[in-house]
């Protein structure tokens, strides 16, 4: 069930915004499971129709572990989308999505 909503969730981000581990845990109830979201994002199963790499840590700081192709494939993702990222970290204040 976490990980439906988990997953569902993704799909909500607009192009060019990202989300933290902590918002995604809120949205599921308890702002606690942020280590069980890094988990559920780990093993998601199509990083084409749920973009984990729009998911930063609450530093803005971008995976070291990304699961599709590491930290730099996550970079690239985001900058695609018109996201600035400077030594691995995006600006919360400009690119954080709110929704």
Do not use: W
Not at 69 to 85: A, D, M, N, R, S
Request: glycine share 8%; proline share 3%.
């Amino acid at each position: 069930m976490l990980n439906d909503k988990t997953y569902n969730y993704l799909r909500t981000i607009p192009k060019g915004k990202v989300v933290t581990y902590k918002q995604i845990a809120e949205y599921l109830g308890n702002s606690k499971l942020s280590r069980v979201v890094g988990n559920i994002l780990h093993k998601n199963p199509n990083e084409n129709k749920y973009p984990c790499y729009k998911v930063v840590n609450s530093k803005g700081c971008l995976s070291k572990k990304f699961a599709f192709g590491g930290i730099e494939k996550q970079k690239e993702k985001l900058e695609v989308e018109g996201i600035e990222v400077i030594k691995y970290t995006v600006d919360l204040n400009k690119y954080q999505y709110k929704g």
